[in-house]
């Protein structure tokens, strides 16, 4: 979802508002968050929250307080506190979902040492900003070579500059500890700028860079997901995914936080669930689980010494058998519980008129078989008859 900027233009070509997604205004902005109080006014006698939420390059969020009283809303560029100097950046929250925001990150609401809002952005401000902004890729570049001249095991992921121009921030990861002070040194004298160098994890750096994951949208991360959970095999085994790391690992090469999603309603329908390693005793032999439907209700048993051989059980019988070898009760075989499943041929597609499917081709045409033998025996008796006429 787009802004207004973003949509259609009249000759079907997307018209683009040339800020990759840092417009500010509606659902392109990374990690929006809706103010469903916009359009209700504070009780009487109550002044409005003081606190604003303002978003720099990609995702990094900060909470300024607004000193001067500016009237401000949500997309509006402003000059904000920094170390030395000022930064420039764009309002995305006002109002009384900041303090809950502020919260949930846990930032005192009476902090003294908040940093304030000096002012909204001149024209001036914004040429400067975004003349820093386009020197970016090429710095980028630039740092890289320097590194790898340097023989520095670390990748260089982003570049943010100040708004101002004075300061850059490179962003990198690196498995162990770097020592980059002969970079910053190099880099300071190649760029004339002061240099901060800030270490991020892997997630971390998919969530400021964005792309597209493997289910076909924008990475989770880098939308709307806010808090990393830690992700461990043990989601994928229990929602009986292969545990194949090519098709587990997202873009950051951790496992997926998607995995945590369906997670609690697999954990629900287990609880009742009986064990794959349960061992059924029958007076035909041990026989042991080889697969599970947890949503069918469904376990795949086959005996010790047939193993090609599966029979289907519903869960109910698993557990009613479980409960007699509890007692040291055998049954006779699992042939009297298997339950009989009915598969339906079910067309996969059809065009318009309904007569062709994409599976046409994969049974074998008898007909034109049989058709063939009967012209053979047809030409062979018709060489008899002419050969009896001569």
């Known amino acids: 979802m787009g802004c207004s900027s973003c949509s259609t233009g009249k000759d079907g070509q997307p018209r683009g508002c040339k800020n990759n997604g840092t417009c500010g205004t509606d659902g392109c902005n990374k990690l929006t968050v809706f103010d469903w109080l916009s359009n209700m006014s504070l009780p009487n006698g109550q002044k409005p929250f003081d606190c604003v939420e303002v978003r720099f390059k990609n995702s990094r969020k900060e909470f300024f307080r607004n000193t001067e009283n500016l009237s401000l809303s949500i997309g509006d560029i402003v000059a904000t506190q920094a170390k030395s100097g000022h930064d420039v950046g764009m309002i995305t929250l006002t109002g009384e979902l900041v303090k809950v925001q502020m919260k949930r990150k846990k930032v005192a609401f009476d902090n003294k040492d908040l940093p304030k809002i000096y002012r909204k952005a001149s024209q001036r401000d914004i040429d400067i900003w975004q003349k820093c902004r386009d020197k970016e890729p090429e710095i980028q570049k630039r740092s890289r070579e320097i590194a790898i001249a340097l023989k520095l095991e670390m990748k260089l992921s982003d570049v943010e500059f100040q708004g101002d121009g004075s300061k850059a921030t490179f962003y990198y990861t690196a498995e162990d500890r770097v020592d980059f002070r002969q970079l910053i040194k190099d880099m300071a004298k190649a760029f004339s700028i002061r240099i901060e160098m800030r270490q991020i994890g892997y997630r971390q750096e998919a969530q400021r860079l964005g792309g597209i994951g493997s289910c076909g949208r924008e990475l989770c991360c880098s939308t709307w997901l806010t808090d990393f959970r830690s992700v461990s095999t043990a989601s994928a085994r229990y929602q009986q995914l292969a545990l194949n790391p090519q098709k587990l690992a997202g873009q950051c090469g951790k496992l997926k936080c998607c995995l945590n999603y369906e ?128």
């Open 263 to 390: 997670l609690d309603m697999y954990l629900d329908a287990l609880k009742d669930f009986p064990s794959q390693d349960s061992k059924l005793q029958t007076e035909k032999g041990v026989a042991f689980c080889q697969k599970a439907d947890i949503f069918k209700e469904m376990l795949w048993f086959s005996y010790k010494d047939d193993p090609a051989n599966w029979h289907a059980l519903h869960k109910d019988q698993v557990l009613e058998i479980l409960e007699l070898n509890k007692i040291n009760k055998k049954v006779t075989s699992l042939e009297g519980y298997v339950v009989e499943t009915i598969s339906e041929e079910k067309l996969v597609f059809e065009n318009v008129v309904g007569q062709d499917s994409l599976n046409r081709f994969d049974k074998p045409k008898k007909k034109k078989r049989n058709n063939k033998r009967n012209n053979k025996k047809r030409r062979s008796k018709n060489h008899k008859a002419t050969a009896k006429n001569g």
